[in-house]
Nanobody, 123 residues
Framework: QVQLVESGGGLVQAGGSLTLSCAASGRTASRHGMGWFRQAPGKEREFVVVISWTGRATYYADSVKGRFTISRDNTQNTVYLQMNSLKPEDTAVYYC????????????????WGQGIQVTVSS
């Protein structure tokens, strides 16, 4: 079992930056691929970025490529999402998720989810 807790969300002006953290607990938390997803009001949950359990492989959605950076510290069982040049369309509830096998772009690939955290970007 893996528990995930997001932090670092809030309100920021367009062009600003925020860093989200996802703290994982559980015996094998550091061995899971980790992803970030987001869901805006009235829209479906969408993939943002994924990182392998080693941290060596990452994959970004086109909408955030070049602006967002994912990283992880397995000694702290924490994954980070640095978000720069934020746009109003980045406004959403952001979820971190963990996958024991085959973390990818589909939410169905993830067994564990955090409770979500609000990010609001004002224009």
């Amino acid at each position: 079992q893996v528990q995930l807790v997001e932090s670092g969300g809030g309100l920021v002006q367009a062009g600003g930056s925020l860093t989200l953290s996802c703290a994982a607990s559980g015996r094998t938390a550091s061995r899971h691929g980790m992803g970030w997803f987001r869901q805006a009001p009235g829209k479906e949950r969408e993939f943002v970025v994924v990182i392998s359990w080693t941290g060596r492989a990452t994959y970004y959605a086109d909408s955030v490529k070049g602006r967002f950076t994912i990283s992880r510290d397995n000694t702290q069982n924490t994954v980070y999402l640095q978000m720069n040049s934020l746009k109003p369309e980045d406004t959403a509830v952001y979820y971190c998720a963990a996958a024991h096998l085959g973390a990818g772009v589909e939410s169905s690939e993830y067994e564990y989810w955090g409770q979500g955290i609000q990010v609001t970007v004002s224009s």
